[in-house]
């Protein structure tokens, strides 16, 4: 088959299974080893049989057996950096490269290119702390996680970017409490979908639950991290959370209750909605 018809047959089975199509570009690139420009100049050349039966195995096991693209493939882009997700770790999302945008600028604003201790809650596949360390030098960065499976992951991210980030395998600020750590700068993604929200198969049937949800309201780990906060940041600090469109007024009850003399903003998405808010202690 050409690549042409490969793409076809993909996009065949996406339409049938109501999956999306360009989840089969993904795959194509993937399997062939070719950048989209690529693919586009090189529609009718044949390909390998090897190649075609490895594509194809892959658009069933997204199509069919609901499989996500990125445990198939392996990795994701993420912040420009390729890191390795499976099911032990959530998958980055293109939500979570804005939390990590909006960090280094408010960074610049705050500490205007000072070394800075940085600690990223829940660190999963270690997205966040990595393309952090990657991203500005003179971040000293440090993650946690409760899951050991996930840290190994993680771990092995930040070797194969050649990055320096300490992981510590513990219940959100439990383990650097313990330890007596102090930081300039809290970032963190938490689970914050409702227990009772609907969430897609293709999601709730592969990615960690712990990842996912995050009590009644999604809020209660928000919670958990900013009662215990104060034990672990340096008088003058940051606090960078990623948040559902929703909970806005939740997080500024919590952050009212516990940093009450704190200013913070909270930051919209690429498509409008309430995503990032930053709490700045001054």
Do not use: C
């Not at 945008?101 to 966040?128: C, K, P």
């Not at 440090?142 to 320096?164: H, K, M, Y």
């Amino acid at each position: 088959m050409t690549v042409r018809e490969l793409l076809e047959y993909g996009n065949r089975k996406a339409h049938a299974f109501n999956k999306e199509e360009s989840a089969i570009k993904l795959l194509l690139m993937h399997f062939l080893q070719k950048e989209s420009y690529e693919l586009i100049m090189m529609m009718n050349e044949e390909v390998d049989k090897e190649k075609e039966d490895a594509f194809k195995q892959g658009v069933e096991l997204y199509v069919e057996k609901g499989i996500p693209v990125q445990h198939i493939m392996g990795y994701v882009y993420f912040y420009g950096y390729k890191f390795m997700v499976g099911k032990d770790v959530l998958i980055p999302r293109f939500e979570t490269e804005e939390l990590v945008a909006n960090v280094l600028m408010a960074y610049d604003d705050f500490f205007n290119g000072q070394e800075v201790d940085v600690v990223d809650i829940g660190t999963g596949s270690g997205a966040i702390a990595i393309s952090l360390a990657l991203e500005e030098p003179n971040m000293r960065v440090d993650a946690t996680d409760i899951s050991a499976d996930a840290l190994e992951v993680a771990r092995q991210n930040a070797a194969n970017l050649g990055v320096n980030v300490n992981f510590y395998l513990g219940d959100l600020l439990e383990p650097l409490i313990k330890l007596g750590k102090k930081y300039d700068i809290l970032v963190s993604n938490p689970p914050y979908i409702p227990e009772d929200e609907y969430v897609e198969d293709l999601v709730k049937n592969n990615e960690p639950h712990l990842a996912l949800f995050g009590g009644k309201d999604g809020t209660a780990y928000y919670e958990l991290i900013l009662k215990d906060a104060k034990h672990v940041l340096k008088k003058r600090s940051i606090i960078a959370f990623e948040h559902g469109w929703n909970q806005k007024m939740k997080l500024s009850e919590l952050i009212n209750k516990y940093f009450p003399d704190s200013q913070y903003e909270t930051i919209n998405d690429i498509n409008g909605k309430d995503r990032i808010t930053i709490i700045y202690n001054k």
